[in-house]
């Protein structure tokens, strides 16, 4: 049995360990690749609000702030979509002000509550689909900030596999273009936005991990095998 998730994880991660435990062949792999774009930081005033989507946001938003000089207002506030981006924007030395659940639609509504009436620079990539600042946008300013591009590597051809997890629509898009589904694959989507693509990708059984946590997607393959 073969296991393919769509990004790297470590070698003593839960997942691993499953993989092991169960006698699995795994597969970690991302399937895209990213390049930084250059962007304008906003105008002053600054906005109260950054809102990231993602850890490589963090990282092509910051590397760009060190190539400018310049610091954030130290009344500027810190959002991040989830638990991941949350510990990126930590270890890139600034504190999270708000941290969401990594779905879009519970984000939204605990974040409209707390930003509500406020500018919000939502920092992004160029084909996300603005999830969650556009289900906030009635509730408080938006502005916009795409800081990098993914696309897919043409270069790497996914092995066979059994067992799949897509952590992201265009993840699974990439794999779609070079693997034809078969009937025999258990297929799984981190979120309801990746498995909106799988299903118009023509993959009518879906499970849907609630959270990008490996303990979490785990317990889902438990479950399922």
């Known amino acids: 049995m073969h296991l393919f998730i769509s990004r790297p994880v470590a070698p003593h991660s839960p997942l691993s360990l499953f993989?092991?435990?169960?006698?699995y062949a795994l597969t970690a792999l991302s399937?895209?690749?990213?390049?930084?774009?250059?962007?304008?930081?906003?105008?002053?005033?600054w906005p109260e609000w950054l809102f990231f989507y993602s850890k490589r946001g963090v990282r092509f938003f910051f590397a760009r702030l060190s190539d400018l000089r310049q610091a954030l207002p130290s009344s500027l506030r810190l959002?991040?979509?989830?638990?991941?981006t949350a510990h990126a924007i930590?270890?890139?030395?600034?504190?999270?002000?708000?941290?969401?659940?990594?779905?879009?639609?519970a984000t939204a509504r605990a974040f409209r509550q707390i930003a509500r009436g406020q500018r919000v620079c939502f920092v992004r990539a160029e084909q996300s689909r603005q999830s969650v600042q556009q289900l906030v946008a009635d509730a408080l300013e938006v502005i916009d900030l795409v800081v990098y591009r993914n696309s897919?590597?043409?270069?790497?051809?996914?092995?066979?596999?059994?067992?799949?997890?897509?952590?992201?629509?265009?993840?699974?898009?990439?794999w779609y273009q070079q693997r034809p589904p078969r009937p025999d694959q258990l297929v799984i989507a981190i979120g309801p936005?990746?498995?909106?693509?799988?299903?118009?990708?023509?993959?009518?059984?879906?499970?849907?991990?609630?959270s990008p946590s490996e303990h979490v997607i785990v317990e889902l393959l438990q479950q399922l095998t």
């Open 31 to 45: 399937l895209l690749a990213f390049e930084g774009l250059p962007f304008a930081l906003p105008d002053d005033p």
């Open 19 to 23: 993989a092991r435990q169960r006698g």
């Open 152 to 174: 897919i590597r043409k270069e790497v051809t996914p092995p066979p596999a059994q067992l799949l997890i897509f952590t992201s629509p265009l993840n699974a898009e990439a």
């Open 193 to 210: 936005t990746t498995a909106r693509k799988l299903h118009e990708l023509g993959i009518e059984q879906v499970h849907v991990a609630p």
């Open 90 to 105: 930590r270890t890139a030395g600034h504190t999270v002000d708000f941290i969401g659940t990594g779905q879009p639609d």
């Open 79 to 84: 959002a991040a979509i989830g638990p991941a």
